[in-house]
């Protein structure tokens, strides 16, 4: 019998180790424009290891775009941001799969596409540090939020939960 303490002690591990995630993932408006969509969908199918439980095309409004991009409100950058977001359509996705925030951000590359590494989204359909061809979430916490945001319509309940090799571990320490 595992003490409640050890119990405790042993589920962040657990969890740092292997999680369910969902993320959200976006081709941006320049890149829409280009027709890059596709080739960049199909990346994320080829290369990411987890699946698209939804995905639409609509352009985001000036209220949905600050909101999404709040953290930077500060940057010098800012107003630039908002105006490209809100030029045109973007495919918004929620895509979901073990430690899929991280690995999309690995596949998506570098944010200025002259340091991604070869392979990756961005080095293929990035043209500059401000027309990078995708947004992803960078953390759980974003993840849940933008998926709220661009997704209101949709009930995504769990946003993270533990593998089943997790819950497994979990539950024999119980
Ligand atoms: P990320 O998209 O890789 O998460 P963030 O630092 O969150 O990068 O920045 C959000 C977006 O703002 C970037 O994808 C990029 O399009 C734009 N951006 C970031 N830094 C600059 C800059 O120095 N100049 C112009 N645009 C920038
Ligand atoms: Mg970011």
């Not at 998506?108 to 293929?124: D, F, L, S, V």
Request: proline share 5%.
């Amino acid at each position: 019998m595992i003490s409640p303490f050890c119990v405790r002690s042993r589920i962040p591990m657990i969890y740092s180790v292997s999680m369910t995630q969902k993320t959200f993932l976006a081709v941006k408006p320049e890149a829409f424009k280009r027709n890059d969509t596709v080739g960049i969908v199909k990346m994320l199918e080829e290369k990411l290891g987890a699946k698209c439980l939804a995905m639409k095309a609509y352009t985001p409004s000036q209220e949905l775009a600050e909101a999404h991009y709040a953290v930077h409100r500060e940057r010098p950058f800012f107003g630039e941001l908002i105006t490209s977001f809100t030029s045109g359509p973007i495919l918004g996705m929620v895509w979901e799969g073990e430690n899929v925030i991280e690995k999309a951000r690995e596949l998506m590359g570098a944010t200025n596409p002259e340091q991604a590494a070869e392979g990756t989204i961005r080095k293929a359909f990035a043209k500059s540090i401000s027309d990078n061809a995708i947004h992803g979430s960078d953390a759980s916490e974003t993840a849940e939020n933008e998926i709220k945001l661009h997704f209101p319509e949709a009930n995504f309940s769990v946003i993270a939960k533990p593998s089943a090799e997790a819950e497994n571990l979990i539950k024999a320490s119980v």
